[in-house]
């Protein structure tokens, strides 16, 4: 069974806790307290919990997002699902909890600050949370101002400052080759060394395989695997601009 499936388990909220494990719990169709806005504690045991919070934050807090440019429409869910290879048998789970997040009052902000406090120690996690979004806010062709500036307050509310910012952004937004040192969070200045050093610290941050080790869901790995392309796309250019082996 692909992560799809699982995510509405009957045990899954009840082993994650917090603002994720209640809407689980309303998904699944019990009853959850929707009181609880606040989450203390590393992440849950097991791999198997942390990818389904992993892929529940992706679609709640997708849903969050499509509020950002000011239209909701099922094209959205359309697209998340292509985007992620929602298997056919697991859309309707899928959109089912897409809907909840999308009419659930609570704002994103207490699902951001649960996911901080599990993955405190996992940044490169967070950042492929990051990831995730910037992928569904791009799946409709656009990228719209308000869903930029939601995806900074998540961002912030994640521990990334402006710098980290302006480098995830650029693996979306900016190709490559037209400007390899956005997409490593470099000035054109640094040196050489500088230059490989970012290269090499991203790319084992990064890595598909060390973040499957630390609870990515095997559904997103194609994700992984493309912005680690650009990394290395990026350093490549800069190696080659500067005659570097």
């Given at each position: 069974?692909?992560?799809?499936?699982?995510?509405?388990?009957?045990?899954?909220?009840?082993?994650?806790?917090?603002?994720?494990?209640?809407i689980l719990?309303?998904?699944?169709?019990?009853?959850?307290?929707?009181t609880?806005?606040?989450?203390?504690?590393?992440?849950?045991?097991g791999?198997?919990?942390?990818?389904?919070?992993?892929?529940?934050?992706?679609?709640?807090?997708?849903?969050?997002?499509?509020?950002?440019?000011?239209?909701?429409?099922?094209?959205?869910?359309?697209?998340?699902?292509?985007?992620?290879?929602?298997?056919?048998?697991?859309?309707?789970?899928?959109?089912?909890?897409?809907?909840?997040?999308?009419?659930?009052?609570?704002?994103?902000?207490?699902?951001?600050?649960?996911?901080?406090?599990?993955?405190?120690?996992?940044?490169?996690?967070?950042?492929?949370?990051l990831?995730?979004?910037?992928?569904i806010?791009?799946?409709?062709?656009?990228?719209?101002?308000?869903?930029?500036?939601?995806?900074?307050k998540?961002?912030?509310?994640?521990?990334?400052?402006?710098?980290?910012?302006?480098?995830?952004?650029?693996?979306h937004?900016?190709?490559?080759?037209?400007?390899?040192?956005?997409v490593?969070?470099?000035?054109?200045?640094?040196?050489?060394?500088?230059?490989?050093?970012?290269?090499?610290?991203?790319?084992?941050?990064?890595?598909?395989?060390?973040?499957?080790?630390?609870?990515?869901?095997?559904?997103?790995?194609d994700?992984?695997?493309?912005?680690?392309?650009?990394?290395?796309?990026a350093?490549?250019?800069?190696?080659?601009?500067?005659?570097?082996?």
């Amino acid at each position: 069974m692909s992560i799809w499936g699982k995510i509405l388990g009957g045990t899954a909220g009840l082993a994650i806790g917090g603002p994720i494990g209640a809407i689980l719990g309303v998904a699944a169709g019990h009853v959850a307290d929707r009181t609880i806005e606040t989450f203390s504690g590393r992440a849950p045991n097991g791999r198997m919990a942390r990818q389904i919070a992993f892929t529940t934050a992706v679609i709640v807090l997708g849903a969050k997002m499509a509020k950002a440019d000011g239209v909701v429409t099922r094209d959205e869910v359309a697209a998340f699902k292509e985007v992620f290879h929602v298997p056919p048998g697991d859309a309707k789970n899928v959109g089912r909890l897409f809907d909840i997040a999308k009419k659930d009052a609570a704002g994103y902000e207490p699902y951001a600050r649960q996911l901080k406090d599990m993955f405190m120690d996992q940044p490169a996690m967070l950042e492929a949370l990051l990831d995730a979004l910037f992928h569904i806010a791009k799946a409709d062709g656009t990228y719209h101002p308000g869903e930029r500036m939601w995806l900074k307050k998540v961002s912030d509310l994640f521990g990334f400052d402006s710098d980290d910012f302006r480098r995830i952004e650029a693996k979306h937004t900016v190709r490559p080759q037209d400007d390899p040192y956005a997409v490593l969070g470099i000035e054109p200045t640094a040196t050489d060394e500088e230059a490989r050093s970012a290269w090499r610290a991203q790319v084992r941050e990064h890595h598909p395989d060390k973040l499957i080790a630390e609870g990515l869901p095997q559904e997103f790995v194609d994700t992984a695997t493309r912005h680690l392309a650009n990394i290395n796309a990026a350093w490549d250019a800069i190696a080659k601009e500067r005659g570097l082996t």
